[in-house]
Structure formats: C-alpha cells, structure tokens
C-alpha cells in the first residue's frame, strides 16, 4: 500500500505564498516522477508542475515563474513554493507519484487533495 499525505494549504490573500508539502510512504521502491495537479470548481483537473527523480521540471504556463516545484528523494517528499498568488490559482491541490512498488510493479497514486484559496 502506497500514501500520498499533502498538507500546507489554507487562505491567503492576493500576492500571498504558500507551502505545501506532499510525503509519500509505504511499500516504495522508487518513486519515478512526483507533481501536483489542481482542481477548481466547475473545471477540470488540471497539470500544475511536475519534478523528475532527476530533478527535471515542467510547469504549467499559468504558474511559471511563481510557482516551484522540488523534491527530497530521501524523505519521499515533493514541496510547491506558491508565491505572488492570484485568485485564480484558488483550487484544490492534488498530489501524484509515479511509484515502482517492486522491480516490475508501477503504479500512479493520488493524495486526498488540499484546498487553497486565494482572497483578492
């Protein structure tokens, strides 16, 4: 069994920063890639960044230059720096792990999500 537990979202006003935080665990073999996605009412989930075990990052046009993405392979954990926010990045945010349980076993795992809001 593999977890992906987020924390660090909350409400920040307008030009704000948040932290959030996404730690793996359980039966892990390696983890492949790690990213977070959002969610806001009434759109579809969409690609926010995404990091590779190498350290290969990729972001969505809409956060490029606020937003950073990183990873410590040792403790299983990606974190997402959110800075100068807007209202429009208020969603849910949903981590993912691309995880190898076992030498010939991958799968694609999603955490339970954590709410940003955004004031103006």
């Known amino acids: 069994q593999v977890q992906l537990v987020e924390s660090g979202g909350g409400l920040v006003q307008t030009g704000g920063s948040l932290r959030l935080s996404c730690a793996a665990s359980?039966?892990?073999?390696?983890?492949?890639?790690m990213g977070w996605y959002r969610q806001a009412p009434g759109k579809r989930r969409e690609l926010v960044a995404t990091?590779?075990?190498?350290?290969?990052?990729n972001y969505a046009d809409s956060v490029e230059g606020r937003f950073t993405i990183s990873r410590d392979n040792a403790k299983n954990t990606t974190y997402l720096q959110m800075t100068n926010l807007e209202p429009d990045d208020t969603a849910v945010y949903y981590c993912?792990?691309?995880?190898?349980?076992?030498?010939?076993?991958?799968?694609?795992?999603w955490g339970q999500g954590t709410q940003v809001t955004v004031s103006s």
């Open positions: 359980g039966t892990i073999f390696s983890i492949f890639a």
């Open positions: 993912n792990a691309v995880i190898w349980t076992g030498p010939d076993r991958a799968g694609d795992y």
């Open positions: 990091i590779t075990s190498g350290g290969i990052t």
